[in-house]
């Protein structure tokens, strides 16, 4: 009795934590691609696009989205890369403050977790057309997302 009140006293104080996704779930990112024009892109100054990762385990014939799974979301060429092609965000609208590659999510229902990016069409007056991919990890599942100016 003593080791449980000991344990959940531990729980409490130290929490539970984020964990990595199970080696037989499945991790998918859309959209899988992101290709922009430069000439569309210099039209409006600036490009927002979001990204969904969504975590799933097959059980008993049905996919079922994992929440609270910790997945890792990074970039070559994003921020802080200098200069950086383009900036992640943790969040649907490219607002707030932007995250450093290798930004971490957490899945919340349905096992869905969402990010989004900023890319600009001028670093330093020079256009900024660039290839790069997305990475998605968690545990041992990787999955990607290529993204480019053209």
Same mark, same amino acid.
């Given at each position: 009795? *003593?080791? &449980?009140?000991?344990?959940?006293? #531990?729980?409490? %104080?130290? +929490?539970?934590?984020?964990?990595?996704?199970? @080696?037989?779930?499945?991790?998918?990112?859309?959209?899988?691609?992101?290709?922009?024009?430069?000439?569309?892109?210099?039209?409006?100054?600036?490009?927002?696009?979001?990204?969904?990762?969504?975590?799933?385990?097959?059980?008993?014939? *049905?996919? &079922?989205?994992?929440?609270?799974? #910790?997945?890792? %979301?990074? +970039?070559?060429?994003?921020?802080?890369?200098? @200069?950086?092609?383009?900036?992640?965000?943790?969040?649907?609208?490219?607002?707030?403050?932007?995250?450093?590659?290798?930004?971490?999510?957490?899945?919340?229902?349905?096992?869905?977790?969402?990010?989004?990016?900023?890319?600009?069409?001028?670093?330093?007056?020079?256009?900024?057309?660039?290839?790069?991919?997305?990475?998605?990890?968690?545990?041992?599942?990787?999955?990607?997302?290529?993204?480019?100016?053209?």
């Amino acid at each position: 009795m *003593k080791n &449980i009140i000991a344990l959940l006293l #531990l729980s409490l %104080v130290f +929490g539970c934590g984020d964990i990595s996704a199970p @080696p037989d779930a499945k991790i998918e990112i859309d959209p899988p691609s992101v290709s922009l024009s430069y000439n569309t892109l210099a039209t409006q100054g600036y490009s927002c696009r979001l990204f969904t990762i969504s975590v799933k385990r097959n059980i008993e014939g *049905k996919d &079922i989205g994992l929440s609270g799974i #910790l997945v890792h %979301v990074s +970039g070559s060429m994003a921020a802080p890369s200098n @200069p950086a092609r383009y900036y992640f965000y943790d969040n649907t609208t490219c607002s707030g403050q932007p995250k450093a590659s290798n930004m971490e999510l957490v899945t919340g229902d349905f096992g869905i977790a969402y990010f989004s990016i900023w890319i600009l069409a001028q670093i330093d007056g020079t256009e900024n057309k660039f290839q790069d991919t997305i990475e998605v990890r968690s545990g041992v599942l990787y999955t990607s997302a290529s993204v480019s100016v053209q």
